[in-house]
């Protein structure tokens, strides 16, 4: 890690529980609450690049894949989501299995994807 890093991680609201995570130890249920509450994503960023580096180096890995959308319509009502439709929406949409089938086998043809 360096300077600025450690500085940073030093620094942060939560540096006593980091410094637990590096040490490999296992956390207490509040511990993770102030995790989550923590505003400094930046030093909790460093801290989860370390510990990736530890398990698997610096290997990255891509898979193949789309990610089909079958409907649109849905009863959530999410406040973030611009994507769904309520039920009976002139816009909404419900692809049929032959549809489903149709677009996965022209993904696999044309881009060699390996997941859907």
Same mark, same amino acid.
């Given at each position: 890690?360096?300077?600025?890093?450690?500085?940073? !991680?030093? &620094?942060?609201?939560?540096?006593?529980? %980091?410094?637990? #995570?590096?040490?490999?130890?296992? %956390?207490? %249920?509040?511990?993770? /609450?102030?995790?989550?509450?923590?505003?400094?994503?930046?030093? %909790? +960023?460093?801290? +989860?690049?370390?510990?990736?580096? &530890?398990?698997? +180096? &610096? !290997?990255?890995?891509?898979?193949?894949? /789309?990610?089909?959308?079958?409907?649109?319509? @849905?009863?959530?009502? @999410?406040?973030?989501?611009?994507?769904?439709?309520?039920?009976?929406?002139?816009?909404?949409?419900?692809?049929? !299995?032959?549809?489903? !089938?149709?677009? #996965? $086998?022209?993904?696999?043809?044309?881009?060699?994807?390996?997941? $859907?």
């Amino acid at each position: 890690m360096n300077f600025f890093a450690q500085e940073l !991680v030093q &620094k942060s609201d939560v540096s006593d529980i %980091l410094d637990q #995570v590096l040490q490999g130890k296992r %956390l207490a %249920l509040n511990d993770c /609450i102030r995790l989550l509450r923590s505003d400094n994503t930046y030093a %909790l +960023g460093i801290i +989860g690049n370390i510990l990736r580096e &530890k398990l698997f +180096g &610096k !290997v990255a890995t891509f898979v193949n894949n /789309i990610i089909l959308n079958y409907t649109n319509v @849905c009863i959530t009502y @999410c406040k973030f989501c611009a994507f769904y439709r309520v039920p009976g929406d002139s816009e909404g949409y419900t692809l049929s !299995v032959d549809d489903v !089938v149709k677009r #996965v $086998v022209t993904a696999k043809d044309q881009f060699g994807i390996s997941q $859907v």
